[in-house]
């Protein structure tokens, strides 16, 4: 049986031995799931995709929070002591009333730990955000970043493109360069003395494509990911709450999904970077 709601809301080794919970709307957490594994090996994980209802972007705030109310309800059913939601539309729409209805569960988003690292990195305070439409629509990063710093130059750039080229795993060479190209070419050629020095992958399907980006805006700015952020933000979390796991024995990962195990299995190895068989991937209902 999996652990009650009871159980993940209550003190104890009971609730530390609990899974991580990360949310995404389809395979693009996977990066994040990846940063937080790499981050923490010794912790358990639960891995949820929308993949029935994905993209998110195109639909209403409503649907958007009613989705992730479901998959937080599920993932609390199954038993987990904190919940990443790894979905930029996500987090940029239901942070707020997640944290709020499922109180004392700890969620983090990827918005904020994104602002905070280009706040870090950045010493002119430009910054450009790759994002999808949808999380350009929101403005989701320039209100972090502006959050924290007030007179922060942010520029925001739709790269819907990468999220095709990611799952089509055409992550490097003229391809994948020319569309980087493409998008940012006109940063690139810009003077130097207005030039950003943060470049924020404000796309969890980005991070694949670090190499094209960087071939394109060369060694000059720094290029933050939120999934790496996002895991530091975690470890951060757990130890703050006393919750990180020590029993004994080698943890425990799975892998949901509410559609299409085989695409699932297909493209998320490339985003969480191992093998991956349809078998492996649990198809549920929300």
């Not at 350009?136 to 502006?146: D, E, G, L």
């Amino acid at each position: 049986m999996p652990p009650t709601t009871a159980a993940a809301h209550g003190p104890g080794p009971a609730r530390a031995s609990l899974p991580i919970g990360v949310f995404d709307s389809g395979v693009g957490g996977l990066t994040v799931l990846r940063a937080i594994r790499a981050r923490l090996p010794h912790e358990s994980t639960l891995y949820l995709g929308d993949t029935a209802r994905v993209p998110y972007g195109t639909k209403s705030p409503a649907s958007v929070l009613r989705y992730a109310e479901q998959a937080t309800d599920h993932l609390i059913r199954r038993g987990v002591k904190l919940l990443v939601v790894a979905c930029n539309t996500a987090s940029a729409l239901s942070i707020g009333p997640l944290r709020a209805r499922f109180a004392p569960l700890p969620v983090i988003g990827v918005v904020e730990p994104g602002a905070d690292a280009a706040v870090a990195a950045s010493r002119l305070q430009r910054h450009v955000v790759l994002a999808t439409e949808s999380t350009v629509r929101q403005h989701a990063y320039a209100r972090a970043i502006h959050a924290r710093v007030p007179h922060a130059d942010v520029t925001e750039v739709a790269c819907s493109l990468f999220v095709a080229l990611a799952e089509e795993g055409w992550t490097e060479g003229p391809v994948a360069e020319a569309v980087a190209r493409q998008y940012l070419g006109g940063l690139a050629a810009s003077p130097a003395a207005g030039r950003p020095d943060s470049i924020v992958l404000g796309c969890t399907h980005f991070p694949l494509l670090h190499g094209a980006i960087r071939s394109v805006v060369g060694e000059g700015p720094s290029i933050v990911d939120s999934a790496t952020t996002t895991a530091a933000v975690v470890a951060a979390e757990l130890d703050r709450l006393g919750l990180g796991r020590t029993m004994e024995g080698r943890p425990g990962h799975a892998l949901l999904a509410t559609d299409g195990a085989e695409r699932f299995a297909a493209v998320g190895s490339r985003f969480l970077a191992e093998p991956l068989a349809a078998s492996d991937i649990e198809v549920v209902d929300l």
